[in-house]
């Protein structure tokens, strides 16, 4: 067994409290190694489907789209710019992005979200099914986003792979994914405190998916498919609370900006080489001719 990002086999089975996932002993990638092929995938879509709030998630997610797609359209100035959302769900993004002017598709498992998000953008632009089928022609995007869906997708690297082949020459690849070290730190916190949480009905946030990426993991795992100039740093939250982790309100947003405020007070006097933030965001290029020349 080897790990998918840096390709070691230093792999220690059962990081602590985690049974029945491995770790990366190299990259600090956490990994499962089972409930792959249809069983795994069709979990992930009962799941967006018929349990995820989606609607509640996009909207406390809005001032992040208008961040990111406020960065890009900075950066891809042209008149035709075209995008891919993988994992799109609904459309949200999409829809927000079609209101800016972008030529927007999307890749998506859900049937019912599938369904949503050709309402949203046209049945044309919606393909049902995972990216290696819709069988895109190479250099057709400029941007390629993937919000919260490496982590559940089969085989991460094949995925970027072929984001890499049908991503523009210099176009951009946008990651949000959930911080490992995070979200442990997270897990062992409750479990100290889980008597108290118990009593005022507060669901244990934490959340480990089949793939868990540090920023080394992610950044190795880039390199591996091609990508160059690497930039993570903390993602900024999302506002509000979809997911009902806690009952009582009212604290929440003050939580939450404090967080924030401290992910980017450490990433500042630490240079940007400790990122403590709950999720990751990732920005990176296909090369350019001119620069592989």
Not at 127 to 136: D, I, M, N, S, V
Not at 174 to 179: E, K, L, P, Q, V
Not at 217 to 223: P, T, V
Not at 233 to 240: C, E, M
Request: glycine content about 10%.
């Amino acid at each position: 067994m080897e790990c998918i990002c840096c390709l070691s086999q230093r792999i220690k089975p059962d990081p602590p409290g985690l049974s029945g996932y491995y770790g990366c002993l190299e990259c600090g990638l956490i990994f499962k190694d089972r409930d792959r092929g249809e069983e795994s995938r069709d979990t992930v879509i009962s799941h967006y489907q018929y349990v995820d709030p989606h609607s509640q998630v996009s909207d406390s997610k809005r001032p992040f789209f208008n961040a990111v797609l406020g960065h890009l359209s900075s950066h891809v100035k042209k008149e035709k710019r075209a995008i891919l959302d993988v994992g799109c769900g609904y459309g949200y993004f999409l829809e927000m992005a079609a209101a800016r002017g972008w030529q927007c598709s999307g890749v998506e498992l859900a049937p019912l979200a599938v369904q949503g998000a050709r309402e949203k953008i046209g049945a044309h632009r919606i393909f049902h099914g995972p990216l290696r089928e819709a069988r895109y022609s190479g250099n057709s995007f400029d941007v390629i986003t993937l919000w919260d869906v490496l982590a559940v997708i089969e085989e991460p690297f094949e995925e970027l792979r072929d984001c890499f082949r049908i991503l523009k020459r210099g176009g951009i690849i946008d990651i949000r994914t959930r911080n490992v070290y995070f979200q442990r730190l997270l897990y062992g916190l409750f479990a100290l405190i889980r008597p108290v949480t118990g009593r005022f009905n507060i669901k244990e946030p934490y959340v480990f998916n089949r793939y868990c990426f540090s920023r080394k993991a992610l950044s190795m795992l880039l390199q591996r498919a091609g990508f160059t100039n690497i930039h993570i740093t903390n993602s900024p939250l999302t506002r509000g609370d979809p997911y009902g982790h806690i009952t009582i309100k009212g604290p929440l947003r003050a939580i939450k900006g404090f967080a924030e405020l401290i992910s980017r007070f450490v990433f500042r006097i630490t240079g940007g080489r400790l990122l403590i933030g709950p999720s990751l965001l990732l920005w990176a290029e296909k090369p350019s001719l001119e620069a592989e020349g």
